[in-house]
């Protein structure tokens, strides 16, 4: 009987430890009951504490850092960190009348910022093309070896862990010490309102990325939360998580996963509906993510903005980044886009991104010592004519190296330079035919290295600089075809609205290609599979085998193209709702996604970057 009892509470007390201490095979996210059961009982908590401002606030900030030592473990320690380096770093910046002084202490928060979200993102990326130049860095986890060498720990120091949601906090820490910068915010009050707007749980670990002007006011707010509103956050919530668990994680198990581990094995026609399938995976995982948070955030009482408006509805790619992941986009134009000169001109950043950008895509494609020559002669040429604007021969010099370099490498088949090198001819060309359009090349160059850094900002990955440098470029061709169309602010006819939400929707879908595959090599393979075995004939014999899946795919599609007025009136339907009938259908969404769901739970896509 004693060791009965023995077992028995070895066991409860096991179980009850494992709730409170981090598994990596089972991280607290919203798609975890777990989750949710400790969401229960913390409403519970707060329901008695919410109408005094200072205990909610310090009861959410425990709560946030307990949810990200639950979803990222000991990393805890990291975000603590950053709050403590950008808090009192905010304060001297605020406190300093000396621009100088000012200046250096933003520029040590980027620093350290960017620093620690270089060092977990991008080390074995760097190293790797340090290495390739000949050199012999050893890959591994140099603050794990040193840590094992001081502490005497036993850390895996053969790969680096990228904490989770490091890039969202990261850029979130970054605004908040540019804003007192800038002079558009002043300081919270103490160390830890700081703490609460960095850990906030619901947008934690991925978005949308808050502003500190739009959610540190609500921090000394009284809570009001209205029965609109309330109807809202659940709708919100159940939509969310429909879209991750009913939606998202069957298309990508069931299908999409499938093809992109192994291209070869399928036709072309299914490695194309796996990026139609990945297209709205992606869309619904992330989305839904964001629709939770947002949702969450407003049943305690703080306003989150809105992150997707139906991005693939966009009838061009400028259009898409106002619809899609608008916290970063808006994020990206505030802090890096304006900070290269955005359409103003060009800053001494763009002319060294330039060559850099080219570097880069040399070094994807393979480097020579051909290439090299080339390389320098072209920026040696560019330089020059940026020293004697006046000298046009100096240009038209520099155009047919370029042309030349750019011949070599379509006959190498190096088609990442090829393209960068046809768009730099391109605007060369431009500024000497039309030196009044400078900066209107300025904008062009700009927008497409906002996008590049963004595509890395992602992952240190050739896939995710390419992605970025698609996006990059086709904004700066759209703002290229509004300019001298002079279409700019004109209503697009209805074939003109249907061809360009056709046209959008499919470039972004083969941009997702590079975003999706796990390597270069994987996608040389989707290419090969869609032009030399699409198998038209076994379409019919395909849909059939897929029903299920396709049908999914085909559903979320219409809903998510339906109009705005009829989504609008479907939530307002919701939020009308009597309670009981609320608590009916929450209990059937409850049992679908329980039904559907896999056995292991899978992380939002997004948790990665």
Not at 152 to 166: E, F
Not at 428 to 453: A, C, D, F, G, H
Not at 540 to 560: K, R, S, T, W
Request: one cysteine or more; charged letters at 15%; hydrophobic letters at 50%.
């Amino acid at each position: 009987m004693l060791n009965f009892i023995a077992i028995f509470l070895t066991s409860f007390v096991d179980q009850i430890s494992s709730w409170f201490v981090y598994n990596p095979q089972n991280p607290m996210i919203f798609s975890n009951p777990m989750f949710w059961a400790f969401f229960l009982v913390a409403m519970v908590v707060y329901y008695f504490i919410y109408a005094r401002i200072t205990a909610r606030n310090m009861f959410l900030l425990a709560f946030s850092l307990f949810f990200y030592y639950k979803t990222g473990g000991f990393f805890f320690f990291l975000i603590v960190f950053s709050t403590f380096v950008d808090y009192y770093i905010g304060e001297k910046v605020y406190r300093s009348t000396h621009e100088p002084t000012r200046t250096w202490l933003v520029v040590l928060s980027l620093v350290v910022n960017l620093g620690l979200l270089a060092y977990f993102k991008y080390t074995f990326y760097f190293i790797d093309i340090i290495n390739s130049f000949g050199a012999d860095v050893v890959k591994q986890d140099y603050l794990a070896a040193a840590a094992n060498g001081w502490f005497g720990t036993s850390l895996d120091i053969s790969k680096i862990i990228l904490p989770v949601g490091i890039s969202f906090y990261t850029f979130q820490t970054i605004s908040y010490t540019l804003d007192i910068y800038r002079r558009k915010i002043e300081p919270v009050d103490n160390i830890l309102d700081f703490g609460f707007f960095v850990s906030f749980f619901p947008q934690l670990v991925a978005g949308p990325i808050v502003r500190a002007a739009d959610f540190v006011p609500q921090i000394y707010q009284p809570y009001k939360l209205n029965a609109q509103e309330y109807g809202y956050a659940i709708f919100l919530i159940i939509n969310g998580l429909v879209k991750k668990i009913l939606i998202s994680d069957y298309v990508s198990t069931n299908f999409v996963d499938r093809v992109f581990a192994s291209p070869e094995r399928f036709s072309g026609f299914e490695n194309l509906m796996a990026v139609y399938g990945y297209a709205i995976q992606i869309y619904c995982d992330f989305s839904g993510y964001t629709d939770i948070a947002i949702g969450l955030a407003l049943l305690l009482g703080f306003r989150l903005n809105i992150n997707f408006n139906s991005p693939y509805s966009s009838t061009s790619i400028t259009d898409f980044w106002r619809r899609w992941h608008i916290s970063l986009s808006s994020w990206l134009r505030d802090y890096l886009y304006i900070s290269l000169g955005g359409n103003r001109s060009a800053s001494k950043f763009t002319y060294i991104s330039v060559p850099l950008i080219l570097l880069i895509f040399l070094l994807i494609d393979g480097w020579t010592g051909l290439n090299f020559m080339f390389f320098m002669m072209l920026i040696t040429i560019w330089l020059l004519s940026l020293a004697f604007p006046e000298m046009k021969f100096i240009g038209v010099i520099g155009v047919l190296v370029g042309a030349t370099f750019a011949a070599n490498t379509f006959v190498n088949a190096a088609w990442y330079s090829f393209g960068l090198l046809c768009v730099i001819i391109l605007f060369w060309i431009l500024l000497l035919v039309r030196p009044e359009r400078k900066q209107s090349v300025s904008t062009y160059m700009n927008l497409t290295i906002t996008m590049l850094l963004g595509g890395l900002w992602h992952g240190a990955d050739t896939r995710f600089i390419i992605w970025g440098a698609l996006h990059g470029g086709a904004l700066a061709l759209h703002k290229f075809w509004m300019d001298i169309t002079g279409s700019k602010g004109k209503k697009p006819s209805a074939i003109g609205r249907f061809m360009g939400q056709l046209i959008t929707f499919h470039f972004v879908c083969f941009c997702w290609i590079y975003f999706r595959a796990q390597d270069m090599a994987t996608i040389d393979k989707i290419f090969a599979q869609m032009t030399d075995a699409f198998q038209f004939a076994k379409i019919p014999e395909m849909v059939q085998g897929y029903a299920d899946v396709f049908g999914l795919m085909a559903l979320a599609y219409a809903i998510h193209w339906l109009p705005r007025r009829l989504k609008n009136n479907l939530n307002e339907r919701f939020t009308n709702m009597p309670d009981f009938v609320k608590a009916i259908i929450i209990s059937i969404v409850v049992i679908v996604l329980y039904q559907a769901s896999t056995s292991a739970v899978k992380p939002f896509i997004y948790f990665q970057f």
